[in-house]
């Protein structure tokens, strides 16, 4: 059954360094999602990505995040400049439809 | 903005016993979905009921959805030590990117 990937599933990174965040989608969807769920939190909507851009994105998501979907399979989340506060786990989603579709996350920790 | 709202926080039964997690959302929803998380990992999809569904099933899995009251319901039946997780409800709206606004999370132990 087709899934969606997450790597690394785990990056421990210093304040102030960039870090991406990869994913691959299941390959025949076409709305692409970030969230993010620091510790003991809710999960939060950071961006969605449809047609090649940004289609909605939160308070959270400012200028130090941008998303990309560099070829037809990845699509990455990178951090400018992570914050000691970035620290959490953060998730790419994907959809065909309706039902969206979480990868296993990976884990950020910011020191 | 919508917020989906889980009770209770946390839930402990005997194996075997059915389990019951509501959830409650505060503006007009398109869809509602249920997903599961392990400890630590990623989110798993259970089911979804959209806004015109008033019952769904899925294996051992029941949701309900009361519009009218903003709330849905998941009955896990013969609940089983595997099913120890943290259970969400996440809605989304019918504008823009169909985001999902997730609630706080039922964490619910199984007892064998």
């Known amino acids: 059954e087709p899934e969606v990937t997450q790597t690394p599933s785990h990056q421990v990174t210093q304040m102030g360094q960039e870090v991406i965040l990869r994913c691959v989608p299941i390959?025949?969807?076409?709305?692409f999602y970030w969230y993010r769920q620091i510790l003991g939190q809710k999960v939060e909507f950071l961006v969605s990505?449809?047609?090649?851009?940004?289609?909605?994105k939160s308070e959270i998501f400012d200028d130090q995040f941008s998303v990309e979907r560099p070829d037809g399979s990845n699509f990455t989340l990178k951090i400018r400049s992570t914050k000691l506060e970035d620290s959490a786990m953060y998730f790419c989603?994907?959809?065909?439809?309706?039902?969206?579709?979480f990868g296993p996350g990976t884990r950020l920790t910011v020191l | 903005s919508q917020q989906g709202e889980e009770d209770p926080q946390a839930l402990s039964i005997q194996e075997g016993e059915n389990a019951t997690m509501n959830c409650s959302y505060k503006?007009?929803?398109?869809?509602l979905q249920w997903y599961r998380q392990n400890s630590g990992r990623g989110l798993v999809h259970l089911i979804l009921?959209?806004?015109?569904?008033r019952e769904k099933h899925s294996g051992r899995l029941r949701v309900t959805l009361d519009t009218s009251k903003k709330s849905s319901s998941l009955l896990i039946t013969a609940s089983r030590a595997a099913d120890t997780a943290s259970y969400f409800c996440?809605?989304?709206?019918?504008?823009?990117?169909?985001?999902?606004?997730f609630g706080q999370g039922t964490r619910l132990t199984i007892n064998p």
């Open positions: 390959s025949n969807h076409l709305y």
């Open positions: 989603a994907s959809r065909l439809e309706t039902e969206q579709f």
């Open positions: 990505f449809y047609n090649n851009e940004i289609s909605e």
């Open positions: 503006t007009s929803i398109n869809n």
């Open positions: 996440a809605t989304d709206s019918i504008q823009g990117a169909q985001k999902l606004v």
């Open positions: 009921i959209r806004s015109n569904e």
